[in-house]
Every structure is written in C-alpha cells, then in structure tokens.
Nanobody
C-alpha cells in the first residue's frame, strides 16, 4: 500500500519562506507525477504545483515566481519551496502521488 506524508508546515510572517516535504513509500515515486494542492477555509481544494516523472513542472498563476516544486529520486521525496509568502497562501497543503494517493495535509499559516 502506498503512503504519502507531508511535513514542514507552520506559522510564518508575510514575506517569509517555508519548505514543505512529501515522503512517499516505495516504488511508485519514479513513475508517477507528484502534486501539491491546498485548501483554504471555505474554499475548494486547488492545485498549486505539479511535477512529472520527467521533471516537467506546472504552477497555478498565483504562485508563479514564488513557489518551486522539486523531487529527489534518491530520497523519494517531493518538495515545495515557498518564498515571499502572503496571507492568501494560508491553507492546508496536501501532497498527491499520481492521481489518487493523498497525504493527511500540513497547515501553513501566513500571519503577522
């Protein structure tokens, strides 16, 4: 059974940075795309960024130039580097492996 576990969330001031990590179990990592999604209170879950098995990346317009998604085959982890954070980035951030395996989420709060 495949598992996905996020970490790295927390409270940060506007303009600050956080790095989220997503650990996966086992063999799927090298063959699936990895995605970061977020869900703010009262809103639907939305895609933030995605990285294919070939390294190709896509981002939602709201985070372009501020967030960077990456993956490390050696550690079987995906990362989301978030810079210049804004209050509107506050949400629970979820990692997805492939198109169906979700983690439990990690809270990111941007506030002064």
């Amino acid at each position: 059974q495949v598992h996905v576990v996020e970490s790295g969330g927390g409270l940060v001031q506007p303009g600050g940075s956080l790095r989220l990590s997503c650990a996966t179990s086992g063999r799927i990592f090298s063959i699936v795309s990895m995605g970061w999604y977020r869900q703010a209170p009262g809103k639907e879950r939305e895609l933030v960024a995605r990285i294919g098995s070939d390294g190709r990346t896509t981002y939602v317009d709201a985070v372009k130039g501020r967030f960077t998604i990456s993956r490390d085959s050696g550690t079987m982890k995906a990362y989301l580097q978030m810079n210049s954070l804004k209050s509107e980035d506050t949400a629970v951030y979820y990692c997805q492996a492939g198109d169906s395996v979700w983690g439990q989420g990690t809270q990111v709060t941007v506030s002064s």
